[in-house]
């Protein structure tokens, strides 16, 4: 006999582990989630979701709870040359969707509001901090972990599944042998706050094509903005030690027209993409950036992850026939229809990695032509907002 018997056993609670929880429980799966930190998560990393994320998250129910709880709609992203001449509106308000705008949120924000939409289910439960998840066994009908939390307490728990939600470093994938493949990228995304900047009506992200890269200005749903650009490894150790007077001025020489905002760090991150071979084996799946740790240049970890949790969810066995054997199969069923979903949009976000390392004048002469022309070409904007609002590819 087991403290705890659960369908679902969650381990993390991100954005991802949070966001499974909620779906799973919502849909009357016995649920716990573990998180080992009492720390908030960290406010610079993902804060926008897209449209169709958006749709999944209202048939899920749980759009309005995030809307009456601080996140906030944007229409969409404008695009400039680097002297703030104007090149494409790539809004999706008029777009014929259900969502017709971008929601945003600081980042350390939203898995708190999937756990307090999950605390009105019934069948879901948390502990957090906990200091330790071990594995202890798994037999035919379920397996079962010693957990012991921060006040000293030990619980132990049967689930009949398993998700693997633990964030990039992925301990528990590495226990179960789940391998994966990683790819450095030549660049890192440096990350500046400004506490200053206004935003316009629409909360639309602003980015600039510079002859180092792009330079997109991110409302932040409680007032200023975040600042994202690319800077090269080697200047990784210089970039730490320079000043807000510092950072506002290589800003200002990049668009001359942020040259008066003030600004400072907000972190470093050192872009990789780390993706699992598997994403499923036996009773075990990972989800989040324990599966898919994309670049963050193209804001998909969140979207995906979201995306995912989704379609699992209308794989799974009703909560009468949920046993460990219909999981294995459920789950071997998600993991091959999942590799052929995802590969358009894992190879889209992986060439843009490689574009973001090379991004030069002649990159951006060229891209300033392709955004002018989307502004032109009616069709071909069309196509660009819809894909940008996370429909067409996965
Ligand atoms: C600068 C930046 C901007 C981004 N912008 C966007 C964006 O706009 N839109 C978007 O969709 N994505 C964006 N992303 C990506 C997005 O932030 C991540 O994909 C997402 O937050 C990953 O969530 P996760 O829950 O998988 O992982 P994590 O957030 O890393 O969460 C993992 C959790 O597991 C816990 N944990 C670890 N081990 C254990 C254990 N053994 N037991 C219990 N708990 C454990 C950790 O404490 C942590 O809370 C951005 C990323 C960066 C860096």
């Known amino acids: 006999m087991t403290d705890i018997n659960t369908d679902v056993l969650i381990i993390g609670g991100g954005v991802a582990g949070s966001a499974a929880a909620y779906a799973l ?53 404008l695009w400039f040359d680097e002297d703030a001449n104007f090149l494409m509106d790539a809004n999706v308000s008029n777009l014929e969707i259900p969502e017709p705008y971008f929601m945003f949120m600081n980042h350390e924000e939203i898995s708190g509001i999937f756990v307090s939409a999950s605390e009105k289910n019934e069948s879901f439960s948390f502990l957090c901090p906990i200091i330790s998840c071990v594995h202890v066994e798994t037999n035919e009908k379920e397996s079962i972990f010693e957990i012991k939390s921060k006040d000293g307490t030990v619980k132990t728990a049967s689930t009949k599944m398993i998700v693997i939600a633990d964030g990039v470093a992925s301990n528990m994938g590495r226990y179960f042998k789940f391998e994966r493949n990683s790819f450095r990228y030549e660049r890192a995304l440096a990350v500046l706050f400004s506490d200053e900047y206004e ?6 992200l602003r980015t600039y094509l510079t002859d ?3 330079v997109t200005m991110i409302p932040r749903a409680k007032g200023g903005c975040k600042i994202g650009l690319t800077i090269n490894r080697e200047e990784i150790k210089s970039w730490k030690k320079m000043t807000p007077i510092e950072y506002q001025e290589f800003i200002g020489q990049l668009v001359p027209a942020y040259k008066d905002l003030k600004m400072y760090s907000a972190g470093i991150y050192p872009p990789s993409m780390i993706i699992a071979e598997n994403w499923a084996k036996d009773n075990i799946v990972l989800i989040g950036d324990a599966c898919h ?17 989704d379609h699992l969810l209308d794989l ?40 973001m390392d090379k991004f030069d004048h002649e990159s951006k002469v060229h891209d300033i032509e392709k955004f002018k022309l989307l502004e032109q070409n009616k069709e071909a904007g069309h196509a660009y907002r819809m894909k940008s609002a996370g429909y067409g590819v996965f």
Not at 199 to 204: M, S
């Open 293 to 309: 740790g994309l670049h963050p240049g193209r804001s998909q970890g969140m979207n995906t992850t979201i995306k995912c949790v």
């Open 316 to 355: 799974l066995p009703e909560k009468g026939s949920f046993n460990k054997e219909n999981v294995v199969q459920t789950l071997d069923q998600y993991q091959k229809s999942m590799k052929s979903n995802i590969n358009e949009l894992l190879e889209a976000n992986h060439s843009m990695g490689l574009s």
């Open 25 to 77: 429980s919502k849909r009357g799966y016995g649920v716990l989630l573990l998180e080992k930190s009492e720390k908030p998560q960290d406010t610079a990393r993902g804060d926008h979701l897209q449209p169709a994320v958006c749709e999944i998250l209202g048939k899920w129910s749980v759009l309005d709870h995030f809307l009456n709880n601080g996140a906030k709609k944007r229409a969409g992203s």
């Open 212 to 214: 180092r890269g792009i």
């Open 199 to 204: 935003a316009d009506e629409f909360n639309n």
